[in-house]
């Protein structure tokens, strides 16, 4: 720290009271034994622990080699399992047990046996197609596919006649019948005058099919409008 007046004066000490000591409630001088630890007749390890001497260990009495094996064998119904251990390896002077070989070739006979096998006896009529009831018969999926296209049709029909009942005859008004007229008039006017421009020589087929052509439109045209002008219903159809 840093030098200051303060530290010139020393600080008082304070000095803190110590608690008081524990002390015991039960003499020094009862023994163990007497406490019975809540039980009328204590009983082993009901008390502070076994008797002095039982429980110290003997240095003389350590653990040697194979003791538990020896122990395992001398004890009958211990919960320990004896270890089952495998068979020694055989020594080298030891021969292993040879049967006699036999003579009898087992590929050959084996195959001849399987070349001689006859199959069992069957029932034929269980196998032959022929023999079956459904033999020539129309199945049955053929016959409810056909039956529904026949359903299909007759649907199919009967809207169509129902469309034709619906698409009756129906008279054409005097006003569509005007305006048809002058539709007619004006094409006419038009391929009139495309066909006035055509040249006086006709030299060259193309003009004279040509020629032809207007000819036929114009008469067409003509035709129809003499129709409607001469006629004074008419009734549309369909188709």
Known sequence: MDES??????????????????????????????????????????????????????????????????????????????????????????????????SKDFVTLNALETINARPPPVDQSEYWYTSKPSFGKVPGYLKRTKREIAEERAKMDAYLAAQEQEEQARELPQEEKELLVRLLKTKWQQLNSDFLKLPFSLDTPSKKKRKELYEAQLQQIEKDIWLLQRSQKLVITAG
């Open 5 to 102: 007046i303060y530290q010139w004066v020393p600080d008082p000490e304070i000095h803190t009271p110590k608690a008081p000591l524990y002390h015991s409630k039960h003499k020094g001088t009862t023994n163990p034994k007497d406490f019975e630890m809540g039980l009328k007749q204590p009983s082993l390890f009901a008390t502070m622990g076994l008797a002095s001497g039982t429980i110290g260990i003997n240095p003389a009495a350590y653990q040697r080699a194979h003791t538990l094996e020896s122990t395992l064998n001398r004890c009958p119904g211990s919960k320990w399992v004896k270890m089952v251990r495998k068979d020694p390896v055989p020594l080298r002077a030891e021969r292993p047990v040879v049967h006699e070989k036999s």
